[in-house]
Each structure stands twice: as structure tokens, then as C-alpha cells.
């Protein structure tokens, strides 16, 4: 079994920074690919960021690129999400995810899925 715990979110100003993280623990990160995903209220989850088991390989919501970006760090079991220049409508849950295949990971359809943290940007 495998479980996700997300830490890191809280309350920025628009234009600020903040850097989620996510630790893996049950089994070894390095067998699954790994994402990001988010929820604001009254809206559907959406996709945000996702890496490769490697981390060789990268993939972003449009609206994303060039502002956010993943990592993930195999040794430390742990994967994280730098945030900047940050907009009010980037408010929402943020949710770790993880899934062997990526496909299925970036539908949406991960087997793994953390709690989720709350990043709030005031404008």
C-alpha cells in the first residue's frame, strides 16, 4: 500500500511562491509516476503537473508551463511542486497522486492519492 502525505500549502499574496512537497511512503517512488493535481470549489479536479518514475520526463497543464514546476527527489521518496508567480485563480486543493502507468496517471485515474494541502493566493 501506498500513501501520500502533501505539506507546503498555505496563504501568498498573487506574484509570490510556494513549493509543495509530497512524501511517499509504503513503497519505494521509484516503481511509480507521479503527479499534481487540483481542485477548486465548485469546479472539477484538474490536471497540473506530472514526472516520469525517472524524472527524465515532465508534463504541464498549459496554464502552467513556466510558472510551476516538478521534481521529485527517488532518495528522499519524496515529490514536489515549485509554484511562482502565483495568481488568485491558482486557489484551490492540491492533491499528489501516483500511478505505474503514466496514462493513467495523468487522466486523472492514479491508484495513489494523497489528502491534499490548500493553497489560497490573495490577489
Known amino acids: 500500500q501506498v500513501q501520500l502525505a502533501e505539506s507546503g500549502g498555505g496563504l501568498v499574496q498573487a506574484g509570490g511562491s510556494l513549493r509543495l512537497s509530497c512524501a511517499v511512503s509504503g513503497r519505494t517512488i521509484s516503481n511509480y509516476h507521479t503527479g499534481w493535481f487540483r481542485q477548486a470549489p465548485g469546479k472539477e479536479r484538474e490536471f497540473v503537473a506530472a514526472s516520469t518514475w525517472s524524472g527524465g520526463s515532465t508534463y504541464y497543464a498549459d496554464s502552467m508551463k513556466g510558472r510551476f514546476t516538478i521534481s521529485r527527489d527517488n532518495a528522499k521518496n519524496t515529490v514536489y511542486l515549485q509554484m511562482n508567480r502565483l495568481k488568485p485563480e491558482d486557489t484551490a486543493v492540491y492533491y499528489c497522486?501516483?500511478?505505474?502507468?503514466?496514462?493513467?496517471?495523468?487522466?486523472?485515474?492514479?491508484?495513489?492519492w494523497g489528502q491534499g494541502t490548500q493553497v489560497t493566493v490573495s490577489p
Open positions: 497522486a501516483a500511478d505505474p502507468t503514466l496514462r493513467d496517471l495523468r487522466a486523472g485515474g492514479a491508484d495513489y
